[in-house]
Structures are given as structure tokens and as C-alpha cells.
């Protein structure tokens, strides 16, 4: 075999090496794009998610909110409430005390 053929032979061999080599890179292109869009979409799902998450937790402080206003005037009420029997049973406590105060009165007089 001559240097020239020796020679083409070897540029040959590279030839199919490049073009190997260029297919290689050319499917890791392909796969590299088809990654970064799985990688963004499940990005942006994510993100939605966390939009999602973030409205309901501004929802549920609205209803905590909410509810804990609906506590404080119901229990406010209630002490009121408590507040008025309490002030009736002392009335009664009183109104009973002095009958039978004029009770033993009339009792010791009679």
C-alpha cells in the first residue's frame, strides 16, 4: 500500500468518525432540548401549584379571620349575657335578704 492510499484510507476512517460523531452530538442536542422542555414544563407546574397553594392559604386566613371575629362577638355576647344574670341573681339575692331581714323582724316584734 502506497503513503497516498495509506493516507486516504486514514481520511476515510476519520470521515466515518466525524460523521459518527456528529450524529453522537447531533441526538444529544435532541435530548438535551427534549430535557430542558420536560424540566420547564414541570417548572411551570409547579409554579401553578404554588399560585394555587398561596391563594387557598389567602382564602383560609380570610375564613380564620372571619371566624375568629364570629368567636370574639358571640363570646362577647355571651359575657354580656353572663353579666346580666349575674347582676339579676344579686337583685334577687338582695330582694330575698331584706324579706327575710323584715321577716325576723316581725317574727322577734310579734
Given at each position: 500500500?502506497?503513503?497516498?492510499?495509506?493516507l486516504r484510507?486514514?481520511e476515510?476512517?476519520?470521515?466515518?468518525?466525524?460523521e459518527?460523531d456528529r450524529?453522537?452530538?447531533e441526538e444529544a442536542?435532541?435530548?438535551?432540548?427534549q430535557?430542558?422542555?420536560?424540566?420547564?414544563?414541570?417548572?411551570?407546574?409547579k409554579d401553578?401549584?404554588?399560585?394555587e397553594l398561596?391563594a387557598?392559604k389567602v382564602?383560609?386566613?380570610?375564613a380564620?379571620?372571619?371566624?375568629a371575629e364570629e368567636y370574639?362577638r358571640?363570646m362577647g355576647?355571651l359575657?354580656?349575657?353572663?353579666?346580666?344574670?349575674?347582676?339579676?341573681?344579686?337583685s334577687?339575692?338582695?330582694g330575698?335578704?331584706?324579706?327575710?331581714?323584715?321577716?325576723?323582724?316581725?317574727k322577734?316584734?310579734?
Amino acid at each position: 500500500m502506497t503513503m497516498v492510499e495509506s493516507l486516504r484510507s486514514r481520511e476515510s476512517e476519520l470521515r466515518g468518525t466525524a460523521e459518527r460523531d456528529r450524529a453522537n452530538a447531533e441526538e444529544a442536542e435532541r435530548a438535551l432540548r427534549q430535557t430542558r422542555w420536560t424540566a420547564d414544563d414541570a417548572a411551570r407546574l409547579k409554579d401553578n401549584r404554588v399560585a394555587e397553594l398561596q391563594a387557598e392559604k389567602v382564602e383560609l386566613n380570610k375564613a380564620n379571620k372571619a371566624m375568629a371575629e364570629e368567636y370574639e362577638r358571640k363570646m362577647g355576647e355571651l359575657l354580656q349575657s353572663l353579666h346580666e344574670v349575674e347582676k339579676e341573681f344579686v337583685s334577687q339575692r338582695a330582694g330575698h335578704q331584706e324579706s327575710l331581714a323584715k321577716q325576723i323582724v316581725a317574727k322577734v316584734s310579734g
